[in-house]
């Protein structure tokens, strides 16, 4: 009876120190804490992802802690890191350091879409550790260079070789663009250059390019559009018109027009330069666009919003208009960057192209 009541004993003594085990896990929240915040009090509430601007230059953050010995470092995926911490040191306040964080421009090419990095703050003494999320640039809805389309001269003045939508190879129908057919025309004059896509023909045909399908709309609410365009002239100077219109299809709006739920805007392209003989010298620094584009209660983003670039602003004349270079991306109320107010609305580029024009 004694043996028995002791094994009962030693068994219950066992479960407790299990289930007391399980009570103080390693998935168990820890008193310690490592904090990101932005303002030096530290009374704002503590940041989970942080996006920088795209314009480059620094940082600061500041760190609450209740544990010392503890570092911070920066870490991200190319080949040159474009960021690096450059300040860390405590503060007049006991448990609060402040970090500052050098990072480069989102690009020198008026590329914006996102890239990311991780602040890390990290403890080992402590097993401890906080890892940041840090962005530059909105993130990819839609996203093509045109690196892969390969038709014809690589020189925009002549048209050899190029080839109309409906003959593109399986592969870059695959990758999902189409075209529509501008007034009464039978068919859209679009057709893939080797490194462009070129909409309008020397008949005065003109062409029309709609992006892919993308199913993440719906959980939109807010797009940018960014793209390269410029209108053909020739070796001698002789111009074509210019103007062309970008347009939401299947959802959504312009920005700049959303009180009227106006969903086309009117652009007009800078030329191609005469004397380019390739496709890398064609495009001036003025060639860089930002579309924005928005839900609204009557007209919300949906798995079927494309977007629509067409040719020509007027039924009359020779209209080819080169593009290259589409991204769509989302923007996030809070945790992207206000490019539509840093931009002045839709236009032309006014943030990275500015600068480095």
């Known amino acids: 009876m004694k043996k028995t009541l002791s094994a009962i004993l030693f068994t219950a003594l066992v479960l407790f120190s299990v289930c007391s085990c399980a009570e103080k896990g390693l998935n168990d929240p820890r008193k310690e804490k490592i904090e990101v915040h932005l303002l030096e009090d530290c009374s704002d509430e503590p940041l989970e992802a942080f996006c920088l601007s795209v314009l480059g230059g620094t940082a600061d953050f500041y760190i609450r802690s209740d544990v010392d010995g503890f570092n911070a470092f920066w870490q991200d995926a190319a080949p040159l890191p474009w960021a690096?911490?450059?300040l860390f040191e405590k503060t007049g306040t006991n448990d609060v350091w402040?970090?500052?964080l050098e990072y480069s421009e989102r690009s020198d090419a008026c590329l914006y879409y996102r890239r990311g990095g991780m602040l890390s703050l990290v403890a080992p003494?402590?097993?401890?550790?906080?890892?940041?999320?840090?962005?530059?640039?909105?993130?990819?809805?839609?996203?093509?260079?045109?690196?892969?389309?390969?038709?014809?001269?690589r020189n925009p003045h002549v048209d050899d070789g190029e080839v109309h939508i409906e003959k593109w190879s399986t592969a870059l129908k695959d990758k999902g663009f189409d075209s529509e057919p501008i007034g009464d025309a039978v068919k859209s004059a679009c057709y893939a250059g080797n490194g462009y896509i070129k909409l309008g023909d020397a008949e005065g045909n003109k062409g029309s390019l709609l992006t892919p399908y993308n199913e993440l709309y719906r959980y939109d609410s807010l797009l940018v559009v960014t793209f390269r365009a410029s209108a053909y002239q020739t070796s001698d100077g002789t111009k074509d018109e210019n103007g062309f219109s970008v347009e939401v299809v299947g959802g959504g709006v312009i920005r700049d027009l959303q009180q009227k739920e106006q969903t086309s805007i009117m652009l007009t392209a800078p030329y191609i330069n005469q004397d380019a003989e390739d496709?890398?010298?064609?495009?001036?620094?003025?060639?860089?666009?930002?579309?924005?584009?928005?839900?609204?209660?009557?007209?919300?983003?949906?798995?079927?919003?494309?977007?629509?670039?067409?040719?020509?602003?007027?039924?009359?004349?020779?209209?080819?208009?080169?593009?290259?270079?589409?991204?769509?991306?989302?923007?996030?109320?809070?945790?992207?960057?206000d490019l539509y107010s840093m931009n002045q609305g839709s236009g032309p580029d006014r943030i990275l192209a500015a600068r480095n024009n």
């Open 84 to 86: 690096k911490v450059t």
């Open 98 to 100: 402040h970090l500052q």
């Open 125 to 153: 003494s402590q097993e401890l550790g906080t890892f940041l999320p840090v962005y530059q640039g909105p993130a990819v809805r839609v996203q093509e260079h045109f690196d892969s389309f390969a038709y014809g001269s």
């Open 279 to 337: 496709v890398s010298h064609m495009w001036g620094a003025d060639s860089y666009f930002m579309v924005f584009v928005a839900e609204t209660e009557k007209s919300q983003l949906t798995t079927s919003t494309r977007i629509k670039i067409s040719s020509g602003e007027s039924g009359e004349g020779t209209s080819r208009l080169f593009i290259d270079d589409i991204c769509v991306m989302r923007l996030v109320d809070g945790l992207d960057e």
